[in-house]
């Protein structure tokens, strides 16, 4: 089936810096992808869409100049948290939409620990 | 009331019970997953269900489209089962339960 590759699986870095979460649809193009983000023991909720070729949707409450979102290709999103701050230590996880549309094929996840 | 709903939160049996995870949910879908999230965060997807049933080794998975209602069973339970398992459905975006703690006691 279509596998989706989210690197890395965990990331610790300083307050201030930032940091880049890679996703990859490995075997088929993906014109949308999705961001997530869990805090402990909550759902995971929608942070963007990220669409190929666009600029990204951002879920109201979710800063577009922290978050920035790219998506320059059909099978590469990526995620970079900029001034990262201990707020933003979440698990983050991407998903794609597949050829039919109803499909979504889910990334690992990222753990992000900011010191 | 979250459109999708799980229960139960958190679950303890021993090991070799049947386990059974609902989820119900309140808006139309395309389809519905099911993921399992291990200690560490890491996202398994287990399976993804339109109609019917599905069985993948001691998972099985059911959804019943009028009812607006999920199962997932896990036979012969084991240890290694123990996670958060997660119910996902596809409306006009992904919305997440918020997950079912399951701990199997050897």
């Known amino acids: 089936g279509a596998v989706v590759s989210q690197h890395p699986s965990w990331v610790i870095c300083k307050s201030g810096t930032s940091v880049k979460i890679e996703c990859r649809s490995l075997?088929?193009?993906?014109?949308?992808m999705f961001w997530y983000r869990q805090f402990p023991k909550q759902s995971l909720m929608l942070m963007a869409t990220?669409?190929?070729?666009?600029?990204?949707?951002?879920e109201q409450g979710v800063e577009k100049d922290k978050f920035l979102i790219n998506h320059a290709s059909l099978t590469l999103s990526t995620l970079t948290v900029t001034s990262a701050h201990p707020e933003d230590s979440s698990f983050y996880i991407c998903?794609?939409?597949?050829?039919?549309?109803?499909?979504?094929?889910f990334g690992q996840g990222t753990r992000l620990t900011v010191v | 009331k979250n459109e999708v709903e799980q229960s139960p939160q958190n679950l303890t049996a021993q090991e070799g019970e049947f386990i059974t995870i609902n989820c119900s949910y309140s808006v139309g879908i395309s389809a519905l997953h099911w993921l399992q999230q291990h200690p560490g965060g890491g996202i398994v997807s287990l399976f993804m269900?339109?109609?019917g049933k599905k069985k993948h080794g001691r998972l099985i998975a059911t959804i019943n489209i009028q009812e607006k209602h999920s199962s997932l069973h896990i036979t012969a339970s084991h240890p290694r089962d123990s996670a958060v398992y997660i119910c996902?459905?596809?409306?006009?975006?992904?919305?997440f339960g918020k997950g079912t703690r399951l701990h199997i006691l050897p």
């Open positions: 075997d088929f193009q993906a014109t949308t």
């Open positions: 990220s669409n190929e070729g666009s600029k990204a949707t951002y």
């Open positions: 998903s794609a939409d597949g050829a039919v549309g109803t499909e979504a094929f």
């Open positions: 269900l339109s109609s």
């Open positions: 996902a459905v596809n409306a006009d975006k992904i919305i």
